[in-house]
C-alpha cells in the first residue's frame, strides 16, 4: 500500500482534530486540556498522523509547536474536511434543521483587551441575540483559519506576500513594543538601562511570532541578546499577573497594554524598546460577501479605533 493510500483509509477525525487544535493552541497543553484529554493521548494522536503523513507536520519545542510547511498546507485542508463533516452532521440529524451557527472570529492576543472586547460588548448591548465565536490565536493560524472559511474575519498583522494571498486587510493601526512593569517597580529611577532592564526576570512572545523578532531584532541594534530564562507566553493574563505581582519586566506590543498604561496600573520603563511600528488591521477573505453583521462589526472596529486611538 502506497503512502496516499495508506493516508486516505486510516486517518480518522480524531487525528484531524488534535492537529488542528494544537495549530491553534499554540502548545500541546493547551491543545489537550481544549480537546478533554491528556497530553500524552494527544502526542500519541499526532504521531500517529505524521506516520500516515509520512512526514512531519509540527515542530515541538519547549516553548511550543510550530507548523512546517507542509504542516501549514495540510491545515488548510484539515480545517476544509472539518467544517464539512460537521455541516453533514447537521443536515442528517434526524428531525434538525440546519441553524445558522455564531459568527467566528479570530483576534491576536494583543488586540483582544483594547480593541474587541469594547467593541463585543458594545455590539452586544445592542444587539443582545448576536452570536459571535471568538479564537485568540497566533498570526499565522488567523490567516489559515480566515483562509479555509473557519473564521469571517480577523484582527492580525500584516504577512509575507505568500501568506496574504487571497486576503483583504483594512489597516486599524500601528503597533510597537513596549517595555512594561508594576508601577513602584525598582526599574523605575532616571538613567535605567537596557541592559539593566534585562538583568530582571522577562516576559516575551514565543519564537516564531512577529512580537518576537522585533525584540530580537531591538535586542541586536543595541549590542544585547535575549536572556535565555525569560517566560515565553502569548497569554495576556498570565504576563500581567507576573508583571504585577511578581517583579517581571514585560516586553509588549503596545495594544495589549494600553488601558493599563492609561489607567497607570502598569508602567512604561523609560527606554528606546519601540522597535518597527507593525500594521495591525482586518483581515477578510477576498470575493468575500459579508452578512450584515459582520458589516456592523467592521464599522464598530473602525470606530474603536477612531474614537480611542490604540
Known sequence: MDRVSRFSQRVRVRHLHAFVTTAQQGTLGRAALHLGIT????????????????????????????????GTRFLHDAIRILDALNIVDQVMRPGSAPQPGPMHIGALPTAIVSVVAPVLAGLQQHYPGWRIQVSTLANDALLMGIK??????????????????????????????????????????????????????????????????NAESL??????????????????????????????VWLVPYGAVRD????????????????????????????????????????ALRQRVLDVPV
Not at 43 to 70: D, V
Not at 181 to 209: K, Y
Open 39 to 70: 497530553q500524552p493521548a494527544l502526542s500519541k494522536t499526532l504521531n500517529e498522523l505524521e506516520y500516515l503523513a509520512g512526514e512531519p507536520l509540527l515542530l515541538r519545542s519547549r516553548q511550543g509547536t510550530e507548523l512546517t510547511a507542509s
Open 148 to 213: 479555509s472559511g473557519q473564521m469571517a474575519l480577523g484582527i492580525g498583522r500584516m504577512a509575507e506576500r505568500v501568506l496574504m494571498d487571497g486576503l483583504n486587510f483594512e489597516l486599524l493601526y500601528l503597533e510597537t513594543l513596549r517595555l512594561v512593569v508594576a508601577p513602584h517597580h525598582p526599574l523605575l529611577h532616571a538613567g535605567v538601562t537596557l541592559a539593566e532592564a534585562l538583568s530582571w526576570p522577562l516576559i516575551l512572545s514565543p519564537r516564531g511570532t512577529v512580537p518576537r523578532q
Open 219 to 248: 535586542m541586536t541594534s543595541h549590542g544585547l541578546r535575549l536572556p535565555d530564562g525569560a517566560v515565553e507566553t502569548l497569554s495576556t493574563t498570565l504576563a500581567r499577573r507576573l508583571t504585577l505581582s511578581h517583579g517581571y
Open 260 to 299: 493599563d498604561l492609561t489607567s497607570n496600573q502598569l508602567r512604561t520603563l523609560p527606554l528606546p524598546s519601540q522597535g518597527m511600528a507593525e500594521a495591525v488591521g482586518i483581515l477578510t477573505r477576498q470575493q468575500q460577501t459579508p452578512p450584515p453583521e459582520q458589516l456592523q462589526l467592521v464599522a
